[in-house]
């Protein structure tokens, strides 16, 4: 059974930093791509980044230039990097794996596995 499990979540200040990991593990996996989404209340569940097992990364656009994924293949671990955060940026992180893809997916109906969450909380 594939299981994911996210940490690295908690209360940070605005303008803080927070670096979010996820680790895969019960299944050998070869190629897959590692994604992050969030919820905030009330709203969808949304991409925020995503890397292939070749290092192709995608950002979304509203975090671009504060985010960044990589992932280690060999331990099967993603992490996301986040600067200069803002309250906008509270929601509940999920990491998510798709199976046997090489391109990088941004639907979450595209992930076949889901991590449990981890809050993020982002004071003014």
């Known amino acids: 059974q594939v299981r994911l499990v996210e940490s690295g979540g908690g209360l940070v200040q605005a303008g803080g930093s927070l670096r979010l990991s996820c680790e895969a593990s019960?299944?050998?996996?070869?190629?897959?791509?590692m994604g992050w989404f969030r919820q905030a209340p009330g709203k969808e569940r949304e991409f925020v980044a995503a890397?292939?097992?070749?290092?192709?990364?995608a950002v979304a656009d509203s975090v671009q230039d504060r985010f960044s994924i990589s992932r280690h293949n060999g331990k099967h671990t993603a992490w996301l990097q986040m600067d200069s955060l803002k309250p906008e940026d509270t929601a509940v992180y999920y990491c998510?794996?798709?199976?046997?893809?090489?391109?990088?997916?941004?639907?979450?109906?595209?992930?076949?596995?889901w991590g449990q969450g981890t809050q993020v909380t982002v004071s003014s």
């Open positions: 998510a794996v798709e199976n046997l893809a090489a391109r990088i997916s941004y639907g979450s109906n595209r992930y076949d596995y």
């Open positions: 019960g299944q050998t996996f070869t190629r897959y791509v």
């Open positions: 890397i292939s097992g070749s290092g192709n990364t």
